[in-house]
């Protein structure tokens, strides 16, 4: 459990971010239960929500005095996504990736077809499915989560993978080594990344990209891999109490984590994510991705880049002060951030156990670290707006560690190998937006967490002193 103290920082963190960006809540009419599990903005401008008791839900104009919620379908199993593809809605429950639409057109669903169930379900907790996300080809991706409790059921196939399934219900296995996948979509420029919670063989949360063949490090599910329908190498069994950098050396289709999110630092349930595709709509983080936690009620923001082929970057606080835990987010036409809630199963903050809440952004561009860039030498940090120059040159304004994680059969890892970094100087650009930081020691593999004492030109405090870098590669 969180301390006071720290119930109370988190509370004062909320009120200054509210400067910048308003949450406002959906009066939901009564006898709505929502409990979100997947949601998306029709074409037409409603809301479509699922929900964790198998209801589907229309609402239009959600943030009005008097929104009108229309049940458009009931009775599925679990829902957790919702995509509107070439006149379906496609979603995702525990046995199935089915579609459904409205043939009649009285609001309601009244025609349901199974598109792939070659994934077995044993019955056993947990056994969730997330997704569909589309890519380019017109192929729907889930992620499955491992079953977890003593199996009195017995084990099913394909848990803990990455599915691809061709819209005639083909389904072929792509990655492995997932534990609690809750999150999966693909980037504006077409690549798959999924987030997953900290537990067993996950040090911590994390953001993670897919690609064909890859292990993400959890043993459970990979006996799957025996079966022809795998087309790739087995990857054999992780080294139980290892640094995860030193995995990466040891077992060739591991793949480190985009991002570690460090657990309470960074919440702990990170859950759906989007891109920033508003151009500008949403504020000064174009291109950026935004991700849920559940747990923390809270939004955080990522800043990406690809370095020797791997894709890494620096995570950041970004919105406190929600009502419950958010598992989808959603873009609106307006730019605005759809946020669907539900505690069920795990809990929250906020003090509520459900809802649909949405973030605006007011106008007003926040103090913050835009990005967070590594450097042959150590990182560069570009802002928002211009610097105070004098702050911004003082290498005393920084505070460098760094740590890594175990990849262990326990639940979750402490931070490990901690080391403090040192900054040995600070070069500050002419328009005072950028501040190259010489770094040592840089370690490969591992988080550089970043504490700043700053403000802006205009004496502005950072909104947000601490950035999180994964430093999967150091650029030559």
């Known amino acids: 459990m969180l301390t006071l103290m720290t119930l109370l920082a988190l509370a004062q963190d909320a009120s200054r971010e509210d400067r910048y960006y308003k949450i406002e809540t959906c009066k939901l009419p009564e006898g709505v239960e929502l409990e979100v599990g997947g949601l998306v903005q029709l074409a037409d401008g409603r809301v479509m929500a699922c929900t964790r008791r198998g209801e589907v839900w229309t609402i239009a104009e959600p943030f009005s005095d008097a929104p009108v919620a229309v049940r458009f379908a009931q009775g599925l199993h679990e829902p957790l996504g919702l995509v509107e593809h070439a006149g379906w809605i496609w979603f995702t429950q525990r046995g199935e990736l089915s579609r459904m639409k409205d043939a009649d057109g009285d609001g309601r669903a009244d025609t349901f077809e199974t598109i792939c169930d070659a994934w077995p379900i044993s019955g056993n907790y947990h056994e969730y499915n997330f997704g569909p996300a589309l890519d380019r080809e017109g192929n729907f991706w889930i992620t499955t989560n491992k079953p977890f409790g003593d199996e009195p059921f017995g084990r099913a196939k394909w848990r803990g993978f990455a599915l691809k399934i061709t819209p005639q219900g083909t389904m072929t296995p792509m990655a492995c080594g997932l534990r609690s996948p809750a999150g999966v979509g693909f980037s504006p420029w077409g690549e798959l990344f999924y987030t997953d919670n900290q537990g067993e063989w996950c040090g911590a949360s994390k953001l993670a990209h897919i690609e064909p063949g890859d292990f993400h490090g959890h043993p459970w599910g990979t006996f799957a891999c025996e079966d022809p329908l795998w087309q790739f190498a087995k990857p054999g069994d992780p080294p139980d109490g290892t640094k995860m950098p030193e995995v990466e050396s040891a077992m060739p289709s591991f ?30 983080f174009a291109g950026q991705l935004f991700v849920s936690d559940q747990y923390q009620s809270s939004v955080m923001r990522v800043a990406l880049e690809q370095v020797d082929g791997h894709w890494q970057g620096a995570c950041f606080p970004f919105r406190l002060g929600f009502q419950c835990g958010i598992i989808r987010i959603a873009w609106d036409r307006e730019g605005r951030l759809l946020c669907g809630e539900t505690d069920r199963g795990w809990g929250s903050l906020g003090g509520k156990s459900m809802g649909l809440q949405r973030l605006a952004w007011t106008g007003e561009v926040p103090f913050e670290v835009r990005e967070m860039r590594a450097t042959p030498r150590g990182f560069e940090l570009v802002f928002t707006q211009p610097v105070d120059a004098r702050l911004a040159a003082d290498v005393k304004s920084y505070t460098l560690s760094s740590y890594t994680y175990l990849l262990h059969e326990p639940y979750g890892s402490p931070e490990t190998d901690t080391a403090p970094c040192e900054v040995e100087s600070a070069l500050v650009s002419p328009d005072g937006r950028r501040v190259a930081l010489v770094v040592t020691p840089l370690r490969r593999g591992y988080v550089h967490e970043l504490t700043l004492r700053l403000s802006s030109a205009d004496g502005e405090p950072i909104l947000h002193d601490r950035a999180y870098y994964t430093l999967g590669r150091i650029p030559k």
């Open 255 to 284: 793949k480190l984590p985009t991002v570690w999110f460090p657990y309470d630092k960074m919440g702990r349930s990170p859950a759906g994510f989007v891109w920033d595709e508003t151009n500008g709509k949403f504020g000064p």
